[in-house]
């Protein structure tokens, strides 16, 4: 029997395979920050949502009262592990100024779906924590002295012209952006029932989807 998308998930955090990409999870643990960059297929695997993602069509998509059931302290351990090197990766955790700039575009959707994905594995208060920390913090910026928000140095670095952090082209700000993604998962969570035996999840089938449609046109909706 194949096994469901989330249980191919936990296999993959707990180092039993590799995912759809020939990537143990150790490996991309090891990442250095230019890999970490410039693979835009990593994220997912780490950060599972209920969602399929439109542009990593391989990843697993949790079934949430699943993930409930099948979660132990190896894959805890392992997420925090992989939080805590995003975290380092945008300058939030140890605190890094000069890194901040990076949380934006294709990173500020993967910072939305690290937050939810917490949320989901039982981390909330941690995802708020990491949120209020990103939102609230000030640094100086090489444009204007005067220190600003972060969610307002995303948003002066997207510009007019690319909407990274305003979903349906609304002009939300990333702060918006960002607690609306963290509010929605904490709703789920707690419209799901999690004593409940899990429902069917669809199977993951390995198997090369139809060639995506070329999105390097529009970059700003990367990783989702």
């Not at 910026?141 to 972060?150: E, H, L, N, V």
């Amino acid at each position: 029997m194949t096994a469901s998308a989330t249980q191919t998930y936990i296999d993959f955090m707990s180092s039993s395979r590799r995912n759809a990409h020939g990537k143990t999870f150790q490996q991309i643990l090891n990442y250095s920050e230019e890999e970490m960059e410039f693979d835009h297929e990593y994220i997912q695997w780490l950060f599972p949502l209920p969602e399929p993602s439109p542009y990593n069509p391989l990843a697993p998509v949790i079934n949430v009262a699943e993930l409930q059931v099948l979660l132990t302290d190896q894959i805890k351990h392992n997420l925090e592990l992989a939080a805590n090197k995003m975290l380092d990766f945008w300058g939030i955790e140890p605190w890094n100024p000069q890194k901040l700039p990076i949380l934006n575009g294709h990173n500020a959707l993967r910072f939305s779906r690290v937050l939810q994905s917490l949320v989901y594995h039982g981390y909330r208060t941690k995802a708020e924590e990491i949120l209020q920390k990103a939102l609230s913090v000030s640094i100086p910026t090489s444009s204007q002295k005067k220190a600003r928000s972060i969610s307002s140095v995303i948003s002066s670095i997207a510009g007019n012209t690319k909407p990274c952090l305003r979903p349906s082209r609304d002009r939300v700000s990333g702060l918006t952006y960002w607690e609306t993604a963290y509010l929605t998962a904490c709703e789920r969570m707690e419209e799901n029932n999690v004593s409940k035996e899990p429902s069917d999840d669809k199977e993951y089938i390995e198997q090369s989807p139809e060639k995506p449609k070329d999105t390097t046109k529009k970059r700003v909706r990367y990783e989702r």
